[in-house]
């Protein structure tokens, strides 16, 4: 498979999950907000921060106040990282490399794409249609998936949009997580407790993990639990572990992969050293962060074996 | 007669005097190899025959049968327009064109191997140098080389049309980058379709092995022989208004899409792929560049999508490439005025089908008649193609006639005159009725160690009222094209 083709595949996986992600994110915030006492304190930007992109917001946004926040996470068409842009990219990558795809892929990305942009604005006037939107965005990524894994061939195509996938996922999974990290508890412990058990149910709901949560953790939802749940539970496929074992697996049918192989296996024996139980949020935000790091080092790796070729031929240097 | 519930379809702007119908005879009876077509759209009627084109507008939308169209506002993907009212032809006349189509392509390749080369015909004055020495798509670099076989031109495009009397003349052969030939093969899976039961009742000639012969004419020029060869379509990329059909016979061939940046030629000169496990060499390209754009470091220097030394590679012979570079210089408006002298000059042959009657501007007798009839000709530039920049003398103002005039006489090379011929029409839905628009032929010519015609080919029609332009860009849309086994000998 020619270098060019692998890295858009990969691009392609990783901006539809990144775009369905950031739907989870914004929505999942929203329900931790709903849920939250009147003094309990909660800041939206602590999205931009989780996100990653505080830098890009704070350059052209006066107020981190919850409508730019929402304007500049779905339809802002300038930060690389809306789902507006998401959609936008994966819909370029996915025309440059139509021919090694089901015939249907193009339809129902293009088709995602005139969805955002005809309804964005509507996601803009209130938490109820802002919701709408959302979940249909979810909806039609699922389907997108549900197309792949239904008709197209394991193929080295298919591992490498596999590959991006759980990447990305494994990435957004830990900032979804980190949400949490940003919420004050009030200084009541039996409200505390209240609050903090609300937050990580949404947390949960944001991933369509909270049944799954109770059937095989339990009805209790504590935040070690949780984060112990959402990162280290080999078989919930949003987990950062899952999502490890699933990138293992994708490169294990890639030829010249022992050097990529080698940083999952670092990610994932530092995952497995982690200290959940009594943890406080600034240690789970350490923790998360250096999960995000260990999973941009697999990337690294990923990017220099297979796309290598491709774009050190066409000078542009680093890996992103 | 049966009782029929439906009304037959009608007929509006017919008949047409002076102009032939390829499905309907002067009496407005269905020729020989329209009449199951006709049976069967008048057994459908009108009301389900328009349901079945709103069915095939959407089963366009569907397959995702698109061309690009440039615009400000970014480049969008435009559905194909079609016509479901197919165009038919009998088996007996075609299989005469084939032959032309054949002969007329052989005769091509002798002249272009040889102008690269001894250039026998410029010295036996049949040829004359001039018009040689003025052509743009001559390559200087491409002198003393001669490809496998001998073979310039693998692909060639060549464009057909009837005029009042029936007869069916090349208007231009097309050996640069042809392409439509993908819509050819997606207008039969639409019609396939929509009208199963067509097929099975009438002798339609099938067209879908034009990949596999695209294929077999590109495997044939590979250096290595022994291996299953790896073919590769170059493409300028998304942008250009035919990837849609890159992609498709990438797909269809089973090789691989590649851009300019994809490959590269080392020091060993042979042309390489940038895959995930490192370089794999290519054998074949199947270029959808033009010469210019195709190596920086032997044509234009500015060029993003082509491969830097891809000449060097094919020089050495270690990538065989389609078409051949420099394969455009029989692709011009001045040099097709000579090609019945080329095939009588190579062949010793007469062409099977004519030429348009042709006046060249350099010959000053031939230039003063083009000038003095200006508002009855169309006058042609030599290396324009997509019906750019040439004069249809009937239909411009004084004024454009007097600015071609200038034209013609500060660089008379460049152009060359031809009368207006009243083009052929076919019956095409407009509403609910079928009424009468002008379309061309263009089948698809392939020749390695190998010839072969595609059967039929792509008709165009224009779908404007009166137009007689039928490229996509300026309008234009297909049909299908039905070469109708007949039982005639």
Known sequence: MLSRVAENLYWVGRYLERAENTARLINSTTQVLLDLPVNASF??????????????????????????????????EDNPGSIISSIHNARENTRTVREVLPMELWERVNSLYLYIRENGARALIGRGPRDDVLRAVIGQRESIVGLLTGSMSRDVAYQFIKLGRNMERADMTTRIVDVNSAVHLPADTALAALTSERAWISTLNALSAY???????????????????????????????????????????????????KQVRKAWRRLDGMNLEGLTSPVLHEYLDQVQADIGAIHAVVARQYFHLHQRHNGSGEDQ | MNARTTQSIELIDYPQPGIYDELLGDDLRPRPAARTLFDYVNRLGAEELVARREAVDAAIMAMGITFTVYSEAGNIDRAWPFDIIPRTMSKREWDRIDAGLKQRLTALNLFIDDLYNAQ??????????????????????????????????????????????????????????????????????????????????????????????LYDTLAALSPRQDDRPVVVVLTPGIYNSAYFEHSYLAQKMGAILVEGSDLVVNGDDCVYMKTISGLRRVDVVYRRIDDDFLDPEAFRPDSMLGVPGLMRAWKAGKVGIANAPGAGVADDKVVYTFVPQIIKYYLDQDPIIPNVPSWLCMDATQRDHVLANLDKLVVKPANESGGYGMLIGPRASEEERRKFADLIRANPRNYMAQPTLAISTAPTMVGDQLAPRHLDLRPFVLQSNRLYATTGGLTRVALRQGSLVVNSSQGGGSKDTWIVDTGEE
């Open chain 1, 43 to 76: 800041g939206w930007d602590v999205l931009i921060k989780v996100a990653g992109l505080d830098a890009e917001f704070g350059e052209r946004y006066p107020q981190a106040d919850e409508d730019s926040i929402i304007r500049f996470l779905i339809v802002d």
């Open chain 1, 211 to 261: 049944q799954m949560y109770r059937n095989h953790v339990g009805v209790h939802v504590r935040s070690h639990d949780v984060a112990e749940f959402l990162l280290k539970d080999p078989h919930f496929p949003r987990t950062v572990k899952h999502c490890l074992a699933e990138i293992e697996g994708c490169l294990s049918t890639l030829p010249e992969h022992v050097d990529a192989m």
């Open chain 2, 120 to 213: 026998h015909i410029v010295r036996d004055g049949i040829f004359p140098a001039e018009v040689l020495a003025g052509s743009k798509n001559f390559r200087e670099c491409c002198r003393g080389m001669t490809p496998r076989f001998g073979v310039w031109a693998h692909v060639c495009g060549t464009d057909l049309v009837r005029d009042g009397d029936g007869t069916v003349y090349v208007l231009e052969d097309n050996l640069r980058v042809p392409s439509g030939v993908s819509y050819m093969l997606e207008n039969r899976q639409l019609m396939k379709r929509l009208f199963p039961e067509l097929f099975k009742s009438s002798d339609i000639l099938p067209v879908d092995d034009y990949p596999i012969q």
